[in-house]
């Protein structure tokens, strides 16, 4: 018989069995769909050689008035303003001591190990602490090994912690016999900010026990060590603010340079009743109120904040006046309390509007003028949101994952209809689902979310949706936090399995001057002559555009086979081709087969360098076939 073209319908659709697909695509990695064909997706390099310390979390992009661009970046132990491929660390200090309240002591002769005695210090495990103004304890352990900043190794008691102690470059001191000393000068101790979680913890992440008991927040129970660790922030101007979830919230002001730290708004000049802890922050565009979320309200006197987040309170400051936030009837400061849910999950900056969602609700929050300064209304009831960070705002609307779907908003919500929800949601760790991370890639008409598999407690997968094209992917990449292009020329990503570096993404189509691995689509089932008689299959034609730099590139053409649906799959060939391969001899017998394209470990190093590649339409010659 004739050559037969296959042209497959676009997308990864995964609701249904690889048979009941027929005609399609039914699964990837590290592929997109555009213009209803699947390529390779872009590869990976660098932003910069330096790394920053812990999970980077989320990222902010904004440039100052001297046109300096800068980029937030929060993670699980600091927070980070990138400039110049530096990361400036200007994470807010929590408490200075005063003089001589630490002392040092020793654990053993030839241990790095030093108790640290500090009375109710109120560090946590993986804390930062810097000391000044300490003297040498009298052998190896000498004040310039003292005098530096330390991660706390471990939590003896309220009064008492371990570090482990250094040179300026990092390497073990061990102690001597004649360290005997206590290290007290006119030492000061300054604290950052405690760290939270890198995991969730049954019991401790979101102020309740597991996944749904009781609600997810309770307000005495509330606090930023005990939260996954997940930042917003936003510019007020060429200032930043920032909120680590459920801590306090803090100002940047880009005046003062990068070697400054944040400081609280309770700090700031004029500060009057700032929130002291919120769930979130954000600067509403216009009218320029900087907004918390999930704050802690004023007293029943209004003199003061009550210190205990209420997890569905929301109050903002004075128009373009950051440290007034006391309600007066000469300011626009102000509050309410939404009612539909047990919790703020998140909110996100939409066109002349803020959405607001509860765990069980979305509300939009517009800025209305005096008296009342925002309306509240309330838009959804019945979904929710996944994750702090899972939505996002495309050119086409607001997209968002909650915890059963994908939805949509563009005036109403809409559920999203998806080809691979089932599969997304039917493999994902929920107890790790505030690590969940929406991104944009606008460049490809794409919205997508990065999530953690059922057998994982980080970051492992992605699923993709082309909104203009309609089309699903999936795949596995660990990536913990996305910024668009705009401010940079590419986007920005934190990430990988091994090393905590900023990505520019979407260039070339390597990963990070290597080969990118384990590249692949493969088809559904497809039928030869309805599945009622065993066919043969003795060509095929590969339509393969080879894009990127290697113009000796080379993939491999998977053929696969079976007799029956519920039969695996079993390979009939595996071809390597280049640019110039004109046909593929096979020979392959069976009632359906299976095209796989793969750009994998079968092919050398140098041949997958550089290597791009697009499917168009497959021809293969099949041929009537006996069972013998």
Known sequence: MPLAKYILKPGINREGTDYSNEGGWYDANLVRF???????????????????LGTGRALHGWVNLAATKLLGVGTTYKYYIESGN??????????????????????????????????????????????????????????????????????????????????????????????????????????QINVGLDVYVSGSGWGANSWGSGGWGSVATISDT?????????????????????GGIYYWDNTNGLSTRAVSFSDLSGANLPPTKAFQILVS?????????????????????????????????????????????????????????????????????????????????????????FSNNLINEGVGLIGPNAAINAPEGIFWMDLKGFYFYNGSVNPLPSSVHYYVFNNINITQAYKVFGFLNKAFDEVGWFYP?????????????????????????????????????????????????????????????????????????????????????????????????????????????????????STSSTTSITSSTTRINTRARGRQVVLRFESDDDNTAGLRQGLGFRVGATRMDIKMNGRR
């Not at 872009?42 to 920053?52: C, P, V």
């Not at 005990?226 to 459920?246: I, K, S």
């Open 34 to 52: 555009r213009k209803g064909l699947p390529e390779k997706i872009g590869g990976w390099e660098k932003a910069t050689a330096n790394t920053y």
């Open 86 to 191: 530096a990361f400036n660390d200007v994470t807010p200090i929590r408490v200075t001591t005063g003089e001589n309240e630490i002392s040092f002591a020793k654990v053993a002769n030839g241990d790095a190990t030093l108790n640290v005695t500090d009375t109710a210090h109120g560090a946590v495990q993986n804390d930062f602490v810097t000391y000044s103004g300490c003297v040498s304890l009298g052998g190896n352990i000498t004040a310039n090994v003292l005098n530096q900043e330390y991660q706390i190794a471990t939590i003896t008691s309220a009064n008492v912690y371990t570090i482990e102690a250094k040179d300026t470059d990092g390497d073990e001191v061990t102690a001597a016999a004649g360290d005997s000393g206590d290290g007290q000068g006119t030492i000061i101790g300054a604290y």
């Open 226 to 246: 005990n939260q996954l660790r997940t930042w917003t922030h936003d510019n007020f101007g060429e200032d930043e603010v920032m909120n680590p979830r459920a």
């Open 285 to 373: 565009d216009i009218d320029r109120h900087i907004i918390c979320f999930g704050a802690d309200p004023l007293n029943a006197g209004g003199t003061a904040r009550t210190g205990s987040i209420d997890p569905m309170f929301i109050c903002w400051c004075d128009q373009e006046n950051a440290p007034e936030w006391e309600p007066k009837l000469t300011n626009t400061a102000g509050s309410f309390r939404l009612s539909s849910g047990s919790l703020i999950v998140g909110a996100l900056r939409a066109r002349q509007e803020t959405l607001v969602w509860t765990d069980s609700a979305l509300y939009s929050m517009a800025f209305v003028g005096s008296p009342y300064t």
């Open 453 to 569: 598999s059922s057998s994982s407690t980080e970051i492992d997968r992605y699923v993709i949706y082309n909104y203009v094209d309609n089309t699903w992917s999936i795949g596995q990449l660990t990536r913990h936090a996305w910024l668009d292009e705009g401010i940079e020329d590419y986007p920005r990503a934190t990430g990988t399995d091994t090393s905590n570096y900023l990505y520019k993404q979407e260039t070339g189509y390597d990963a990070d001057g290597s080969p990118m691995d384990n590249v692949y689509i493969e088809s559904s089932s497809l039928d030869i002559e309805e599945g009622e008689q065993f066919s043969f299959v003795n060509r095929i034609i590969p339509d393969i555009k080879f894009t990127g730099s290697n113009s000796n590139a080379a993939m491999n053409v998977v053929l696969k086979k079976r007799n029956w649906p519920a039969e695996s799959l």
